[in-house]
Each structure stands twice: as C-alpha cells, then as structure tokens.
Nanobody, 121 residues
Framework: QVQLAESGGGLAQSGGSLRLSCAAS????????MVWYRQAPGKERELVAT???????NYADSVKGRFAISRDNPKKTAYLQMSSLKPEDTATYYC???????????????WGQGTLVTVSS
C-alpha cells in the first residue's frame, strides 16, 4: 500500500550538515504525522523530531537548535535537516509516518528502512 524510502545518510564531519529525505509512495490520501527516530548501536531507539499535519514541530532536547524537520505534502516527502553534527548523532535514522491510505478512513503507521548517519570527530 504505502512505502517510505529514506535517503541522504552517509559520512559527515563534526560540525557538518546532512539532509535526510523520506519519500512516501503508494496510494496515499494524506500524511498525518511524520516522525524521525534514531537508534545508535547498542542503544534504544529514540524520538528525534515530529511534525503533524498542522505544522506543529517538536524536537528532542539533544537536537534542538541543530535539526529541523519539514515536509512537502505535494511531494509526499519529509525531511530532516541536520546541522552542527556531533559524533553522538551517529545512528541509524528512521522515518515513521502516520498516514491515511486512499480508500480507507483509518490512520496507519509505516516505517522506513533506515539510513545510517556517521559523524566523525
């Protein structure tokens, strides 16, 4: 029905920037909530940033002021702009979408496959 495809991960130097993309495809009636998570090796998955349909954004304290979530609804894509990267930002970043599928009335949840971000010191 719906797939989320992430891209933009890779290697960055401390203080550098990366922009992650999460492209949704399929029979999508509407994107409700778009969320970015991350999981570092050996650690629990943590919430990074959220953005709902009305545009309300929330960030984890650890990334506040450095990361910015955005979305382009016509393109069905969410973004995570990451600046002033730190080695502790190294993790696999996952996109999560709460989405209404065309022809349905329910909000369903989908996950991307994850994209690895490595920040060198």
């Amino acid at each position: 029905q719906v797939q989320l495809a992430e891209s933009g991960g890779g290697l960055a130097q401390s203080g550098g920037s990366l922009r992650l993309s999460c492209a949704a495809s399929g029979r999508i009636q509407g994107l409700i909530d778009m969320v970015w998570y991350r999981q570092a090796p050996g650690k629990e998955r943590e919430l990074v940033a959220t953005m709902n349909l009305s545009g309300t954004k929330n960030y984890a304290d650890s990334v506040k002021g450095r990361f910015a979530i955005s979305r382009d609804n016509p393109k069905k894509t969410a973004y995570l702009q990451m600046s002033s990267l730190k080695p502790e930002d190294t993790a696999t970043y996952y996109c999560n979408g709460r989405i209404i599928v065309s022809g349905d009335v329910r909000v369903r949840e989908f996950w991307g496959q994850g994209t690895l971000v490595t920040v060198s010191s």
